[in-house]
């Protein structure tokens, strides 16, 4: 599918907007990633009728902080995962740093698992882990969302969400601290939507209220 020009920025593609019914909406985010979730959950205040699961790059502790933030700009309910857990909606999850998160169960009963199983993609929490396992079970609706890091983590997580027909935003060069995440997902053209994270959070918002999702910007 040829990418649709705008502002001499690839926006969106040609995407079936119609048919995107999301259930869950997982994200995954590195360097400059909580500048970017931040922008993006300022925007997203309203209420999401499915859960939101956050792989970010940090060290233990740190990702419990960024959960508190999160909620606070969302005035959603958000935490760090806990093993054994069932997902609720409108509530944000954070994997917490250093370990792994991937998703068990049934789109009515889903748990997440944690583990610290090896580094992937020279990371824990590796977000591939949480993409490939929220495809599995959500199929063509699970939206996602890589935003700036280093690296390539989400990439193949993105190619499992688009190989189940699911839907894939990713962060523009732009606005990200680093491309790399973004850019990985970028050149395999994995992806479906791609712009500033505030401009994303209205995209999201767009699917919610299901007004204005054939628009391109």
Known sequence: VVP?????????????????HPE??????STGGPGALLDFFSELTMDVPYPIVIAQHMPPLF?????????????????EAVHGEKLELNRIYVVPGDFHL???????????????GPHRNFVRPCADFLFESAAEIYDQNVLSI?????????CEGAHAVKANKGTVMIQDEESCAVFGMPGAVYKTGDY???D?????????????NRKGINDVA
Do not use: Y
């Not at 869950?24 to 985010?29: D, Q, T």
């Not at 508190?68 to 958000?78: F, H, P, W, Y």
């Not at 890589?146 to 989400?154: N, Y």
């Open 4 to 20: 649709v020009q705008v502002k001499s920025k690839v926006i969106t593609k040609n995407h079936n907007w119609k048919n995107v």
């Open 24 to 29: 869950i909406l997982v994200i995954a985010s």
């Open 63 to 79: 990702t419990a902080s960024l959960a508190e933030r999160l909620g606070r700009v969302s005035n959603k309910t958000s935490m």
């Open 102 to 116: 991937s998703l068990k169960g049934t789109k009515d009963d889903c748990t997440i698992l944690l583990n610290q």
């Open 146 to 154: 890589v935003f700036t890091g280093m690296g390539r983590d989400g």
């Open 192 to 194: 479906d939507f791609i």
């Open 196 to 208: 500033n994270p505030k401009n994303i959070a209205r995209k999201v918002i767009d699917l919610i």
